[in-house]
């Protein structure tokens, strides 16, 4: 079965392009084409189940700024937008509200970097950096741009790819600290005090936050919590861990199963110190996840971003 970013790829080569090629020739160099953003379409992990709502044929338009004349193109681009064949590759098109449909039509780019990022222009401050949901990150960047008149957009979506070092450092040295508390202290002083309950609550912490850590150590954002497995056991790096968070979030803390959990959360404190080691992230010789925290802390080279607090980043 064709993943829905195929399809919207199919749909804007047999009619998106051939429309603009005709009606909006002289549209073609401040128009930009694809489809990314929410959905898990725009992840590549669209399945049966994905169809049963928001899934349909379409692209987005993206266009400029908000003058007389784009808001005239805007207009003229939905009419024919609104026009496209409503049935494509044995789907349906939905009816479109003003200004396309909620995740297809026709947008303005600032608007929905703006909505993403908070930067109508991709262009973040440290704050933002540090403030702006990592899903919301995923979504700008995601997808796929099939056309690209201005480079407008392709320019913003390469300023947003990754996080600036310093920034990945800080948020990195955050959700480490929080692992060690969370798993290597938290867990088994849970467990002493007979609170089954709470050192559930403090497995699925530390998983969370290792989570975070290894989408950090592969440069890459962690989308929506309902596809971070998924994009996880993608991952070129610590994938297999994976397996591991699935084990502590989702069994019980009695007996034999408490000390289980005590050694896998060792064991993925280790492999994520060793893969910290080979990356050269952290000077600290030790299996304690908060010296190695304030270790990638410590190597952050803008004096102003290394002196926040060292959870700044994490959330």
Not at 246 to 257: K, M, P, Q, R, V
């Amino acid at each position: 079965m064709p993943k829905g970013l195929d399809i919207a790829r199919a749909y804007w080569e047999a009619h998106g392009l051939p429309m603009l090629e005709e009606q909006f020739p002289e549209l073609m160099p401040r128009v930009a084409a694809g489809l990314f953003g929410s959905g898990s379409e725009c992840f590549g992990f669209d399945d049966d189940i994905s169809r049963d709502h928001d899934f349909e044929p379409g692209f987005m338009l993206l266009l400029p700024g908000e003058d007389a004349v784009d808001r005239r193109a805007a207009f003229l681009l939905e009419r024919a937008y609104a026009k496209l064949p409503k049935e494509f590759m044995g789907l349906s098109r939905a009816k479109l509200q003003p200004v396309g449909g909620p995740r297809r039509g026709v947008f303005r780019a600032a608007d929905f970097f703006l909505e993403k990022t908070g930067a109508p222009d991709g262009v973040l401050t440290i704050g933002q950096w540090l403030s702006v949901p990592e899903y919301a990150l995923a979504e700008a960047v995601n997808g796929e741009v099939f056309f690209d008149g201005p480079g407008d957009v392709t320019a913003i979506r390469a300023r947003l790819a990754h996080y600036p070092e310093d920034v990945r450092k800080k948020r990195l040295a955050g959700h480490l600290l929080l692992m060690g508390q969370a798993g290597q202290y938290n867990y088994p002083r849970c467990l002493a005090h007979g609170e089954g309950g709470a050192a559930q609550l403090a497995a699925i912490e530390f998983a969370r936050h290792a989570m975070r850590a290894v989408f950090l150590l592969n440069g890459v954002y962690q989308p929506y919590y309902k596809w971070a497995f998924r994009a996880m056991r993608g991952l070129p790096r610590l994938s297999l861990l994976a397996e591991l968070m699935e084990y502590l979030i989702s069994t019980d803390n009695d007996g034999e199963l408490a000390a289980s959990k005590r050694d896998v959360i060792e064991g993925v404190a280790a492999d994520v110190i060793s893969e910290l080691r080979a990356q050269g992230l952290t000077r600290a010789d030790c299996a304690d996840l908060e010296k190695h925290a304030y270790s990638v802390n410590d190597s952050i080279a803008d004096a102003q971003m290394r002196n926040l607090h060292v959870l700044a980043g994490a959330d």
